[in-house]
């Protein structure tokens, strides 16, 4: 049979419309005898990262007592049991996945053959399966149907099953996507096109590279896979990120409270408190100076107090939940009133700190507190108070789970920072861990500077006790939004807390999902003014008004459910930082004279961003 041409004049194939054989080339191995000698070479260097991981293990200095795959094992077990135990059942399972197979090879067939077929049904738009041959090329289009009728089939399994209570079917849900994410076929060099074209171009250098830097990335995290996401010798703290100019005017073992210099000549009468998460460090809020929310909020005329906890170790296994609550929030707060004479303060809590500023709000709603500060105002920025829809983190709590982890907290004296990494990765696999892996052991490529990714890998450690009671008081209990949270010997309400509140929700929240945060914001007691923005935990938040990115809702009244609130309420494009500040000097528009870090009464101990910020896990 000829071949058409083209207009070009290339050869077009018959059998696969608008497939041209040359587009091959790429994939023919050119140097087979380079090629056998750098895929020995990978090997090689495979094995030293093989060796890596194993000889802490053998030492005893990695002890493997935190393993989802134990758990994934478990959780997949209880479907694969109910589809086994019935023969109807299991030909029903086989039925479904190979038919749909039968349909992707009857078609292929039918192109092959040069007969006119229906279109393809539209695949789902996935980065990882951008290059265009996964789509041109026969052999990666089937891959890909494969892959995708292989995963969408897992995932109805999971939700025909019978007999799983809604905890097991959550978990085997996610670790399904961990699966299903892990096997891609854009995970492996002989089924992505990317991958391979580059491997028979370079007779396989990229692989003998990339295995090297696998194993410099476990030689780095010590026995485990410390994963590049971003060049980390583009940024230092101090220099490039965190670099608002202030003074550290306070230092207890929980945290030092930083106060920023003022670059207007006068500022709102109140200052402003602001309460990271000690999951993380606190300059996500004060990243590169287009991006900080702490360097806007100065130039807004905020005088700006941060709090920078302790990155802690063995020594501070039993700081808990109340200690960073009076270490903390309120040794915070005597500093800002003797810093600046203030009796009111506007606070702003995010994330796990939002939590942690609410429990102290409902645990001193009616206790004086002499020689400190009162919170006037609180904003919340991605905080959870209500976790019955915590999202895929509850995943990893249960009874089972969380006494595992309390007894390797027990064991080592903290929880290492690349735990909690992890498992935030986890929830994004398909964005957070896999891309990488493939760009960077696989095509050897070296990640671009990102402050962001940076930041996100600048870990810390947790205190056992406080984890341990965040995990079960909050995330297994829901103890704080049914009043159930003891404090100070006594239950605490969120219903205390009558002071205006602003909360802040993300749309595409995978870490506090916008219907937990909405449906935590209903409960507090007082005033409350409740915006969603677009994206996700951390670009929602961390959205500056320049660059007029995404948009955020606001304007409805505060009832029913998020659906019924978003019908209701009024789209703007842009930034969320305008509007808080609107709402913030509502509240009170008194102007002083600027103020200098520490005052007369507080001497500086050094310059922002102080110490705390700089101890890498």
Same mark, same amino acid.
């Given at each position: 049979?000829?071949?058409?041409?083209?207009?070009?004049?290339?050869?077009?194939?018959?059998?696969?419309?608008?497939?041209?054989? +040359?587009?091959?080339?790429?994939?023919? @191995?050119?140097?087979?005898?380079? %090629?056998?000698?750098?895929?020995?070479? #990978?090997? /090689?260097?495979?094995?030293?990262?093989?060796?890596?991981?194993?000889?802490?293990?053998?030492?005893?200095?990695?002890?493997?007592?935190?393993?989802?795959?134990?758990?994934?094992?478990?959780?997949?077990?209880?479907?694969?049991?109910?589809?086994?135990?019935?023969?109807?059942?299991?030909?029903?399972?086989?039925?479904?996945?190979?038919?749909?197979?039968?349909?992707?090879?009857?078609?292929?067939? +039918?192109?092959?053959?040069?007969?006119? @077929?229906?279109?393809?049904?539209? %695949?789902?738009?996935?980065?990882?399966? #951008?290059? /265009?041959?996964?789509?041109?090329?026969?052999?990666?289009?089937?891959?890909r149907q494969a892959y995708v009728v292989t995963a969408d089939w897992a995932a109805q399994l999971v939700n025909r099953a019978e007999g799983l209570d809604a905890h097991s079917r959550h978990k085997a849900e996610f670790y399904l996507r961990q699966v299903t994410a892990a096997l891609s076929p854009a995970n492996f060099a002989l089924t992505n096109p990317e991958v391979f074209r580059e491997t028979v171009a370079s007779s396989g250098l990229n692989l003998v590279e990339g295995m090297a830097k696998l194993a410099e990335d476990i030689a780095r995290g010590g026995g485990e896979l410390r994963l590049r996401q971003t060049d980390e010798s583009s940024y230092i703290v101090g220099r490039?990120?965190?670099?608002?100019?202030?003074?550290?005017?306070?230092?207890?073992?929980?945290?030092?409270?930083?106060?920023?210099?003022?670059?207007?000549?006068?500022?709102?009468?109140?200052?402003?408190?602001?309460?990271?998460?000690?999951?993380?460090?606190?300059?996500?809020?004060?990243?590169?100076?287009?991006?900080?929310?702490?360097r806007w909020c100065v130039e807004q005329g905020h005088t700006v107090f941060m709090i920078s906890w302790v990155n802690p170790d063995e020594r501070h296994a039993e700081i808990g939940w109340e200690n960073y609550i009076e270490a903390g929030i309120d040794f915070a707060l005597k500093t800002v009133r003797t810093a600046t004479g203030e009796d009111d303060v506007n606070a702003i809590g995010y994330c796990v700190g939002g939590t942690l500023l609410a429990t102290a709000l409902a645990r001193n709603s009616?206790?004086?507190?002499?020689?400190?500060?009162?919170?006037?105002?609180?904003?919340?920025?991605?905080?959870?108070?209500?976790?019955?829809?915590?999202?895929?983190?509850?995943?990893?709590?249960?009874?089972?789970?969380?006494?595992?982890?309390?007894?390797?907290?027990?064991?080592?004296?903290?929880?290492?920072?690349?735990?909690?990494?992890?498992?935030?990765?986890?929830?994004?696999?398909s964005e957070l861990i896999w891309p990488y892996v493939v760009s960077n052991y696989l095509r050897a490529r070296d990640p671009l500077p990102f402050d962001l990714l940076y930041w996100n890998a600048d870990s810390t450690r947790l205190t056992p006790a406080s984890h341990a009671y965040y995990l079960r008081t909050c995330y297994l209990d829901n103890a704080l939004s049914e009043g159930r949270m003891v404090l100070a010997g006594k239950?605490?309400?969120?219903?205390?807390?009558?002071?205006?509140?602003?909360s802040l929700a993300t749309r595409d929240d995978h870490i506090a999902p916008a219907k937990s945060v909405f449906n935590g914001t209903m409960l507090f007691g007082g005033p409350t003014e409740f915006v969603l923005a677009s994206s996700g935990h951390i670009a929602g938040v961390v959205n500056p008004p320049e660059p007029e990115k995404y948009r955020y809702w606001s304007g409805a009244p505060l009832s029913g459910s998020l659906d019924d609130w978003l019908s209701a309420a009024y789209a703007q494009g842009?930034?969320?930082?305008?509007?808080?500040?609107?709402?913030?000097?509502?509240?009170?528009?008194?102007?002083?004279?600027?103020?200098?870090?520490?005052?007369?009464?507080?001497?500086?101990l050094g310059d922002a961003p102080g110490t705390y910020v700089l101890v890498r896990s």
């Open positions: 049979m000829s071949a058409k041409k083209d207009q070009t004049g290339n050869a077009k194939s018959q059998s696969f419309p608008g497939f041209d054989p +040359a587009a091959l080339d790429p994939y023919l @191995v050119k140097d087979p005898q380079s %090629l056998a000698v750098n895929l020995a070479r #990978a090997a /090689e260097n495979f094995g030293k990262a093989a060796t890596e991981w194993l000889g802490p293990r053998e030492r005893g200095a990695v002890v493997d007592t935190l393993d989802p795959l134990s758990d994934l094992i478990k959780s997949l077990s209880k479907v694969a049991e109910y589809w086994m135990a019935e023969p109807q059942r299991t030909l029903e399972a086989q039925t479904l996945l190979l038919s749909s197979y039968m349909a992707i090879w009857a078609r292929s067939v +039918a192109r092959f053959s040069g007969e006119q @077929v229906p279109p393809e049904p539209e %695949l789902p738009r996935d980065k990882r399966f #951008a290059d /265009e041959d996964w789509t041109n090329n026969p052999f990666f289009a089937v891959v490039d990120l965190a670099i608002t100019p202030g003074k550290v005017v306070a230092r207890n073992e929980i945290c030092e409270v930083i106060q920023y210099a003022p670059t207007t000549e006068t500022v709102f009468r109140r200052p402003l408190l602001i309460v990271p998460p000690w999951i993380n460090k606190y300059y996500i809020l004060d990243l590169t100076p287009q991006k900080s929310f702490v009616d206790e004086p507190k002499p020689r400190q500060s009162r919170v006037a105002s609180a904003t919340f920025l991605a905080a959870q108070m209500d976790f019955t829809h915590a999202g895929d983190l509850k995943v990893f709590v249960d009874d089972e789970q969380l006494a595992i982890l309390e007894k390797h907290m027990a064991d080592v004296g903290y929880l290492a920072g690349s735990k909690m990494a992890t498992a935030f990765n986890m929830l994004r696999a239950p605490i309400a969120l219903s205390d807390i009558t002071i205006p509140v602003y842009g930034s969320w930082w305008p509007n808080w500040q609107n709402w913030i000097a509502a509240q009170d528009q008194t102007q002083v004279p600027a103020r200098q870090p520490g005052g007369n009464r507080l001497k500086t």
